[in-house]
């Protein structure tokens, strides 16, 4: 995806351990005709497919996800990653962060995921997919099935792809970074 790829070089910052910053567009100020297009995409390549919601992890998955349901007129779920002591019928997992170098709960309610549904699950980054492996195993437990998983920026010198490959489910990135550098960013062709 073209135009999100110019946008990384334009305005993203590559730190030291991998890490890309994209907070003036995704992750603080958002780009709302930016994230109409990552949904736009979203659609081409996940509009065939046989589902009734999307899931989400809060926070920076859920302004693509958004995207994405308002364009297929599907409801959105987000996994919170704060366990709120009102929920009911709670299913939970544990994720590991990368960024924050620490393990969190995840969950959902049961109320929102059941086992009728089809989702696919979008998030804002994939680096070593533990997001994506902790939401599809609350997708599991609540006998709900995962069709595809979409992220906008695949940090693909990563494990993620690898791991979620094992999954086998489509797995689409719109723009794949091989390799991050001293304020260079390097793309997969
Ligand atoms: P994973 O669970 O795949 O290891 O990491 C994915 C999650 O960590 C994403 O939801 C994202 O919030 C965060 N993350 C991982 N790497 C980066 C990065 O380079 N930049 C930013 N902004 N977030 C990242």
């Keep these: ?24 567009f995704i992750n603080h100020q958002m780009d709302p005709i930016l994230m109409k297009s990552i949904g736009v995409e979203f659609v081409r390549r996940f509009g065939h497919l046989p589902i009734n919601k999307i899931v989400t992890i809060e926070a920076s998955g859920i302004a693509p996800a958004i995207m994405l349901g308002y364009l297929l007129e599907l409801p959105v779920v987000f996994v919170k990653k704060a366990i709120p002591k ?10 590991y962060s990368f960024t924050k170098d620490k393990t969190y709960d995840i969950c959902v309610s049961r109320d929102f995921l059941t086992a009728d549904d089809r989702v696919v699950f979008i998030d ?3 680096a070593n997919g533990n997001a994506a ?57």
């Design 133 to 189: 492996i902790g939401v599809h195993e609350l997708v599991e437990k609540a006998g709900a099935q995962v069709l595809g998983m979409g992220f906008i920026i695949e940090k693909s010198f990563q494990q993620g792809h690898l791991r979620l490959r094992e999954l086998n489910i489509p797995i689409e990135s719109l723009a794949r970074v091989k390799a991050l550098g001293d304020n260079k960013v390097e793309f997969e062709d």
């Design 86 to 95: 009102t929920m009911e019928k709670m299913l939970t997992a544990s994720v």
């Design 1 to 24: 995806m073209k135009l999100l790829k110019d946008r990384i070089l334009r305005d993203g910052k590559s730190f030291e351990g991998g890490i890309l910053k994209v907070d003036s």
């Design 124 to 126: 804002d980054f994939l």
